[in-house]
């Protein structure tokens, strides 16, 4: 049994259920020293909110080539981009960042470096959040279609940005690993008749790899699969029922009959088909389907749940935890490097395509 070794995770959360706890400890202790380290536990605690949000935000180690590049109107349709060095037509892995499409930005992409020495480009996007969506229903619709959108542009640009049009790969963590998936399972939504000719591009990617990713946005699979779910509310316009007592999740659950379409068409285990790529997840602690979480929002039983529709479909795929049997590709840059540089499933590779790899 090999086991997979930590990527970089969830750091706020991590920090502050180490405080909580050392502080739950100190009522056991003389309170002379109880006030000590309380109090020391709540210095350090703005320390780690502030340091890992900068971490969050400071710019990748490795200077874009473009910037803000506008792909629509809104200040959030931009997207940053960075050019391997290549006479050839590189591989792209296009980056979609988490924080509940309530949060967040491009800024968060990882393994900038390594996908350029592997000669890879790499495009990170903004998009608008759920928050923007003031007239648009549901909600999710603006950061999947924006995903969607940012996606057909940077294809667009393949000459002029020396991109392999065929090898785009999604990537993301949490929400942006969602819209990744979403992206990966669903139609392709190129207009070829369109007089746009952004709009006359792919939506198809290569592949798609994640970082503890939701993979059903669907509250009655949720909760059979986590059953202390609270998440996905809020992708559909739901605020919970005061009136009812009703949290978000509640009330999502009570009212999911009436918004089957649009779980139809936004959630990615309904997307899934054979004709879909290989996808690659990742989560940072192991599944224990069926029971409740510590972290539901980014459960492994996510992925355990999406792996028999993978399974029925036929698709390739790998499940990556502590734990996990059998890793080829202990991180998502592993697994996206080979990807996007190795032949395609059943070709050979030619002397000049591994000359290129190395």
Same mark, same amino acid.
């Given at each position: 049994?090999?086991?997979?070794?930590?990527?970089?995770?969830?750091?706020?959360?991590?920090?502050?259920?180490?405080?909580?706890?050392?502080?739950?400890?100190?009522?056991?202790? =003389?309170?002379?020293?109880?006030?000590?380290?309380?109090?020391?536990?709540?210095?350090?605690?703005?320390?780690?909110?502030?340091?890992?949000?900068?971490?969050?935000? &400071?710019?990748?180690?490795?200077?874009?080539?473009?910037?803000?590049?506008?792909?629509?109107?809104?200040?959030?349709?931009?997207?940053?981009? #960075?050019?391997?060095?290549?006479?050839?037509?590189?591989?792209?892995?296009?980056?979609?960042?988490?924080? !509940?499409? +309530?949060?967040?930005?491009?800024? &968060?992409?990882?393994?900038?470096?390594?996908?350029?020495?592997?000669?890879?480009?790499?495009?990170?996007?903004?998009?608008?959040?759920?928050? @923007?969506?003031?007239?648009?229903?549901?909600?999710?619709? %603006?950061?999947?279609?924006?995903?969607?959108?940012?996606?057909?542009?940077?294809?667009?640009?393949?000459?002029?940005?020396?991109?392999?049009?065929? +090898?785009?790969?999604?990537?993301?963590?949490?929400?942006?690993? %969602?819209?990744?998936? #979403?992206?990966?399972?669903?139609?392709?939504?190129?207009?070829?008749?369109?007089?746009?000719?952004?709009?006359?591009?792919?939506?198809?990617? #290569?592949?798609?790899?994640? +970082?503890?990713?939701?993979?059903?946005? @669907?509250?009655?699979?949720?909760?059979?699969?986590?059953?202390?779910?609270?998440?996905?509310?809020?992708?559909?316009?739901? &605020? !919970?029922?005061?009136?009812?007592?009703?949290?978000?999740?509640?009330?999502?659950?009570?009212?999911?009959?009436?918004?089957?379409?649009?779980?139809?068409?936004?959630?990615?285990?309904?997307?899934?088909?054979?004709?879909? =790529?290989?996808?690659?997840?990742?989560?940072?602690?192991?599944?224990?389907?069926?029971?409740?979480?510590?972290?539901?929002?980014?459960?492994?039983?996510?992925?355990?749940?999406?792996?028999?529709?993978?399974?029925?479909? !036929?698709?390739?795929?790998?499940?990556?935890?502590?734990?996990?049997?059998?890793?080829?590709?202990? &991180?998502?840059?592993?697994?996206?490097?080979?990807?996007?540089?190795?032949?395609?499933?059943?070709?050979?590779?030619?002397?000049?395509?591994?000359?290129?790899?190395?």
């Amino acid at each position: 049994m090999s086991h997979c070794p930590c990527e970089q995770a969830s750091g706020i959360y991590d920090a502050i259920m180490r405080i909580k706890r050392l502080i739950r400890k100190t009522s056991r202790l =003389p309170r002379r020293f109880a006030r000590v380290l309380a109090a020391g536990a709540a210095l350090s605690a703005p320390f780690v909110l502030v340091t890992s949000a900068l971490s969050a935000t &400071t710019p990748p180690p490795v200077a874009q080539t473009l910037t803000n590049v506008a792909y629509g109107p809104h200040p959030r349709q931009v997207l940053d981009f #960075w050019k391997a060095k290549s006479d050839r037509p590189t591989p792209l892995v296009f980056y979609i960042h988490g924080g !509940g499409w +309530r949060g967040g930005n491009k800024g &968060t992409v990882t393994d900038v470096e390594r996908y350029l020495e592997a000669g890879i480009s790499v495009a990170s996007i903004n998009y608008r959040l759920v928050t @923007d969506a003031a007239n648009v229903k549901p909600p999710v619709k %603006c950061p999947l279609e924006d995903a969607a959108r940012a996606l057909q542009f940077v294809r667009s640009m393949a000459g002029p940005w020396n991109l392999d049009k065929k +090898r785009i790969a999604a990537s993301g963590g949490s929400a942006g690993a %969602c819209s990744s998936l #979403w992206l990966a399972f669903h139609n392709d939504m190129a207009d070829p008749s369109s007089a746009d000719p952004v709009s006359r591009e792919s939506t198809r990617v #290569w592949c798609a790899a994640v +970082r503890v990713a939701q993979t059903t946005l @669907d509250p009655k699979q949720m909760r059979e699969w986590i059953p202390n779910s609270i998440y996905g509310g809020h992708a559909f316009g739901f &605020t !919970g029922n005061k009136e009812k007592n009703q949290t978000q999740f509640e009330e999502f659950f009570e009212k999911r009959e009436q918004i089957l379409p649009w779980l139809a068409e936004y959630s990615p285990y309904n997307l899934v088909s054979p004709d879909d =790529p290989p996808v690659y997840l990742w989560y940072r602690r192991p599944p224990t389907f069926g029971t409740p979480e510590k972290d539901p929002t980014h459960s492994a039983n996510f992925g355990v749940g999406l792996s028999g529709a993978l399974r029925k479909a !036929g698709l390739k795929y790998e499940l990556v935890y502590p734990g996990a049997r059998d890793v080829r590709h202990p &991180t998502v840059a592993d697994y996206l490097i080979e990807r996007l540089k190795g032949p395609a499933d059943g070709e050979k590779m030619s002397v000049t395509e591994r000359a290129d790899k190395r």
